[in-house]
């Protein structure tokens, strides 16, 4: 039997959903995505910062789902995004 998927008002509510129903009923509404996957990591970058700076982006990265070391890439990749343009850039 294919269902419906249906429109959710926030993420809250779709991820109740799901944790309630099988995906396997809603294959026909599902389509096919391209994943383009970013190059393997290959260097190691190590910053020192105080403990309390730690502690707080520790809080953050757990609220998000995430480490902390993917926390902090992601905000070292927006900074870099964010400063285009500037003398600072990288491409």
């Known amino acids: 039997m294919n269902k419906k998927i249906p429109k959710f008002?926030?993420?809250k509510e779709e991820a109740k959903f799901w944790d309630n129903h099988d995906v396997t009923d809603y294959l026909s509404e599902l389509k096919?995505?391209?994943?383009k996957f970013e190059k393997e990591k290959q260097?190691?970058?190590t910053v020192r910062i105080q403990a309390s700076i730690k502690d707080k982006m520790?809080?953050?990265a757990k609220k998000h789902g995430i480490n902390l070391s993917t926390l902090a890439r992601i905000w070292l990749i927006d900074k870099?995004?964010?400063s285009k343009g500037s003398?600072?850039?990288v491409s």
């Open 58 to 60: 520790e809080g953050l």
């Open 80 to 82: 870099l995004r964010q």
């Open 32 to 35: 096919p995505v391209k994943l």
């Open 9 to 11: 008002k926030s993420i």
């Open 87 to 89: 003398s600072l850039a």
């Open 43 to 45: 260097e190691v970058l």
